[in-house]
Protein backbone atom coordinates (compact mmCIF):
# COMPACT_ATOMS: atom_id res chain seq x y z
CA UNK A 1 0.00 0.00 0.00
CA UNK A 2 1.67 3.40 -0.85
CA UNK A 3 1.78 6.18 1.05
CA UNK A 4 -0.40 9.22 1.36
CA UNK A 5 0.12 12.82 1.08
CA UNK A 6 -0.29 14.43 4.76
CA UNK A 7 -2.49 17.88 4.32
CA UNK A 8 -0.90 20.58 6.30
CA UNK A 9 -3.45 23.81 7.05
CA UNK A 10 -1.53 27.23 7.79
CA UNK A 11 -3.05 30.85 8.43
CA UNK A 12 -0.41 33.16 7.54
CA UNK A 13 -0.84 37.17 8.21
CA UNK A 14 1.29 38.31 5.22
CA UNK A 15 1.99 42.17 5.37
CA UNK A 16 4.65 43.50 2.84
CA UNK A 17 4.58 47.51 3.18
CA UNK A 18 6.97 48.12 0.37
CA UNK A 19 4.68 46.38 -1.93
CA UNK A 20 1.48 47.76 -0.05
CA UNK A 21 0.21 43.67 0.42
CA UNK A 22 -1.83 43.23 3.51
CA UNK A 23 -3.35 40.09 3.38
CA UNK A 24 -4.60 37.02 5.83
CA UNK A 25 -3.78 33.83 3.61
CA UNK A 26 -5.34 30.38 4.40
CA UNK A 27 -3.32 27.54 2.32
CA UNK A 28 -3.44 24.27 2.34
CA UNK A 29 0.01 22.36 1.45
CA UNK A 30 0.17 18.36 0.98
CA UNK A 31 3.13 17.36 1.80
CA UNK A 32 4.23 13.88 -0.39
CA UNK A 33 5.61 11.48 1.60
CA UNK A 34 9.44 11.75 0.36
CA UNK A 35 9.18 15.39 1.18
CA UNK A 36 10.93 17.08 4.10
CA UNK A 37 9.55 19.39 6.47
CA UNK A 38 12.15 21.85 5.58
CA UNK A 39 11.49 21.66 1.80
CA UNK A 40 7.62 22.07 2.98
CA UNK A 41 8.23 25.06 4.79
CA UNK A 42 10.16 26.64 2.30
CA UNK A 43 8.11 26.22 -0.33
CA UNK A 44 5.33 28.29 1.94
CA UNK A 45 8.07 31.12 2.43
CA UNK A 46 8.85 31.34 -1.50
CA UNK A 47 4.73 31.63 -1.93
CA UNK A 48 4.62 34.59 0.50
CA UNK A 49 7.55 36.45 -0.47
CA UNK A 50 6.77 36.27 -4.30
CA UNK A 51 2.53 36.14 -3.42
CA UNK A 52 0.45 38.23 -5.76
CA UNK A 53 -1.92 37.72 -8.00
CA UNK A 54 -2.33 34.64 -9.64
CA UNK A 55 0.12 32.63 -7.93
CA UNK A 56 -0.35 28.92 -7.29
CA UNK A 57 1.83 25.90 -5.88
CA UNK A 58 2.62 23.10 -8.53
CA UNK A 59 1.68 19.38 -8.50
CA UNK A 60 4.87 19.36 -6.11
CA UNK A 61 7.43 16.47 -6.72
CA UNK A 62 4.65 14.33 -8.62
CA UNK A 63 5.94 16.61 -11.74
CA UNK A 64 9.76 17.75 -10.99
CA UNK A 65 10.17 20.08 -14.16
CA UNK A 66 7.80 22.24 -12.83
CA UNK A 67 8.85 24.84 -10.28
CA UNK A 68 7.84 24.33 -6.62
CA UNK A 69 5.39 27.69 -7.46
CA UNK A 70 4.70 29.70 -10.49
CA UNK A 71 2.65 32.85 -11.87
CA UNK A 72 0.13 31.97 -13.67
CA UNK A 73 -1.76 34.59 -15.32
Known amino acids: MALSATIYVFTVRLADADRGIYETLNLRLAR ?42
Open 32 to 73: HPSETAEYLLTRLLAYCLEYGEGIVFSKGLSDPDEPAICIRT
